[in-house]
């Protein structure tokens, strides 16, 4: 209790507290600009934090951190571009409602959702953080493969009406996610010789070509046709109802955990998490067809469940000194610098440290609220921007978004010819979602499951384990229960017909 008293203290001074501030401003700026990731902008101010105490430099960093992956839900609601990669999932129901007139009540769900997400994460950290990374430190490969299959098998849930389409945009994504250099050989593949793939497509200019571009183009050819239908997002209230704080709660909630529990897990993320916590409330929820065609409470989940990983993320960081994923392993380098090892013996030795960053990670959620609400009303005057300034802005932030990763002409290129694939899928009715999931998991499966194998020298008995056996079977229950839906809605459809 001593510990969680000298927590509070520290974080509740001045300076922490301004620059958490200063951090969240940074990170909604950071977030909101497709291609400018949380990691860049955390790396970027590391060097400034030397110069303070450890308490106020972390606090900064995790303003960054919280405040860009709210941040990244502005560009992909309101121009279906996701700001950052956690922010694919929720392009499918919070672009559906700009389109629909819905874009400030879209805009209002984001900032709650992200704010409980952000919350439970910080609550489920305070209390469960030494025994639910214990639990993270369990997955081995086994497990890590039978996680990407989960996520794989949301494919099947997400493309009811379209299985076929949708099966082959996750396959895409899976090829594409192989070029680069083979985990295990060291050898390269899909290369043709470019030594600048040898570490794959960069993910971020794939998506920035997918979503951004893509969108581009459809808006350049329908503005050439005379005719655009885009919905202006300032019509509307920022005003939620009871109705639908009711309507989104559960779901919001239960995003929440999932979110947490998968950004626990290191190598994982929101972007993983979102789409899991996305599919899990439509797989419970009624009505669940709407579901991808602007549901609120498919926002509310996709947003609580990438919000509530960032705390996720810090258990294993913190706890077990393994970093949950890139953010986190800058904030590693960050308490390295100043003297601290991550790790158990953070908890004997520097106690007051770790509860004043739990702390930071409630009071954070608050401050997103605040500043979000503040300038909600400015983030939805994107869509007043003539089309014809909009997304040529929106083409040249790609270009630099995409260059900034890596400082590299090849991510230009592949952003571009990311870009026409988006366009070609948008023309031929291919949905774009599972070719993004394809490519997040395509290689935590590759390598889980050839280590796997090889840990048990070419068996596949692992497969039987008591955790990768349940993780299969919810897969299995997913792909069985999305037939069954897609079988109904055909049997309805031809009834209707008749």
């Not at 839900?73 to 819905?102: C, F, K, N, Q, Y």
């Not at 952000?118 to 493969?145: I, T």
Request: contains cysteine.
């Amino acid at each position: 209790m001593s510990d969680w008293l000298a927590g509070l203290q520290l974080i509740l001074a001045w300076q922490p507290l301004l620059l958490m501030v200063v951090g969240v401003l940074g990170g909604i700026l950071v977030g909101a600009i497709p291609g400018l990731s949380s990691t860049m902008a955390i790396a970027i101010l590391l060097p400034f934090t030397f110069a303070v105490d450890p308490v106020p430099g972390v606090a900064l960093l995790l303003g960054i951190y919280t405040g860009s992956v709210y941040a990244g839900s502005i560009p992909a609601i309101l121009l279906r571009i996701p700001g950052t990669p956690a922010s694919a999932a929720t392009v499918l129901d919070g672009h559906p409602m700009v389109l629909r007139g819905e874009g400030r009540q879209a805009l209002s769900i984001s900032l709650v959702a992200s704010c409980v997400g952000g919350l439970v994460g910080g609550v489920l950290l305070l209390f469960f953080a030494p025994s639910l990374a214990q639990y993270a430190l369990r997955f081995g490969p086994a497990e890590f493969f039978m996680l990407a299959l989960f996520a794989i098998s949301l494919i099947a849930s997400m493309s009811e009406g379209a299985m076929v389409k949708g099966l082959l945009s996750g396959v895409l994504g899976l090829i594409i996610a192989t070029v680069g250099t083979d985990p295990i050989g060291g050898y390269p593949r899909l290369t043709f010789g470019s030594n600048e793939l040898l570490a794959g497509l960069g993910f971020v200019p794939v998506l920035i070509g997918i979503f951004g571009v893509a969108e581009a183009l459809t808006r350049f050819e329908q503005r050439a046709r005379s005719h655009d239908p885009r919905a202006l997002s300032t019509t509307g209230s920022f005003r939620l109802s009871l109705a639908t704080l009711r309507r989104i709660a559960p779901g919001t909630a239960y995003s929440s955990v999932i979110g947490f529990g998968v950004g626990a897990l290191p190598g994982t993320g929101g972007d993983i998490g979102s789409f899991i916590g996305h599919n899990e409330v439509k797989r419970l929820a009624r009505r669940s067809e709407d579901f991808g065609r602007g549901d609120p409470r498919g926002l509310a989940a996709a947003e609580s469940a990438n919000n509530a990983s960032v705390p996720g993320s810090l258990a294993p960081t913190l706890v077990l000194g393994i970093p949950g994923n890139a953010p986190a392993a800058v904030l590693i380098g960050a308490l390295t610098v100043h003297g601290l090892q991550p790790g158990p013996q953070l908890f004997s030795g520097s106690g007051d440290l770790i509860y004043s960053i739990f702390f930071a990670l409630l009071i954070l959620p608050v401050m997103m609220l605040v500043v979000g609400a503040l300038g909600i009303r400015s983030w939805s005057q994107i869509v007043r921007v003539p089309t014809q300034l909009l997304w040529p802005c929106i083409l040249a932030l790609s270009v630099i978004g995409s260059y900034a990763v890596r400082s590299s002409v090849v991510d230009v290129l592949v952003m571009g010819g990311a870009g026409l694939l988006g366009y070609l899928m948008i023309k031929t009715g291919f949905p774009t979602a599972p070719l993004v999931i394809g490519l997040i998991v395509g290689p935590l499966a590759e390598a889980g499951f050839r280590r796997a194998t090889i840990i048990s020298s070419g068996s596949y008995s692992w497969m039987l384990d008591p955790l990768p056996l349940a993780l299969l079977l919810l897969s299995v229950l997913t792909v069985t229960v999305a037939l069954i839906r897609s079988a109904r809605g055909r049997r309805t459809t031809l009834r209707s017909s008749e």
